[in-house]
């Protein structure tokens, strides 16, 4: 067989389990083109794949982080006219299994857009509110955690691992539950590689 100089013909591919342990090594701290070198692709590729792969979904499948505007636009398409490139996170206002309210929020310019999916008031985001306002959001982010003059506030704080009172922090680790109703809040992100440290 005749060598290749050019190194050309069909190029090695990775698959999702490995792009995830990539992943997970490029957010330790590791390069991109130190990673590239060790798995056998050019650095090119790698950014390629980890841009072109399918966003990364937390282990209980709550909590979604897309890395390429791609992806982000693709989850995000049921937003018609907004540019989603704007807003980092969305949230999805669920009762048990069916989305009610969908959320694109900007904390960086206090900004959201809602949509609502239901006709039942009860089960929205902002009721009866078609166009909420950042007082309104978040009004309504402390209405899904907990009151800030809750007793025993701290040690509430402590038991789910949060150092201080902060609403979005805290429907990070508990998605919003209450044990009185069925409603919960999915969260998706748009990080991208370039910008891995960005604040929402």
């Not at 018609?80 to 694109?104: F, S």
């Amino acid at each position: 067989m005749a060598h290749n100089e050019r190194g050309a013909g069909r190029k090695r591919t990775l698959s999702k389990e490995t792009l995830l342990e990539i992943r997970r090594r490029h957010e330790a701290g590791e390069t991109l083109t130190a990673l590239a070198a060790m798995y056998g692709v050019s650095r090119q590729t790698l950014h390629r794949s980890l841009n072109e792969s399918s966003p990364e979904e937390s282990a209980s499948g709550e909590r979604l982080i897309c890395r390429s505007l791609k992806e982000w636009q693709q989850l995000n398409r049921d937003f018609p006219g907004v540019d989603v490139r704007d807003y980092r996170v969305r949230m999805d206002y669920m009762n048990d299994t069916a989305c009610c309210t969908r959320l694109l929020i900007s904390f960086q310019k206090q900004q959201i857009v809602a949509a609502n999916e239901t006709n039942v008031p009860f089960h929205r985001a902002f009721g009866i509110k078609a166009r909420p306002t950042w007082e309104d959001f978040e009004a309504f982010l402390e209405e899904r955690c907990m009151p800030k003059a809750r007793d025993r506030l701290r040690l509430v704080l402590e038991d789910i691992g949060v150092d201080s009172y902060d609403p979005m922090a805290i429907i990070e680790k508990t998605q919003g539950r209450m044990a009185e109703d069925k409603q919960w809040l999915k969260l998706s992100y748009f990080v991208p590689m370039e910008q891995e440290g960005f604040h929402i």
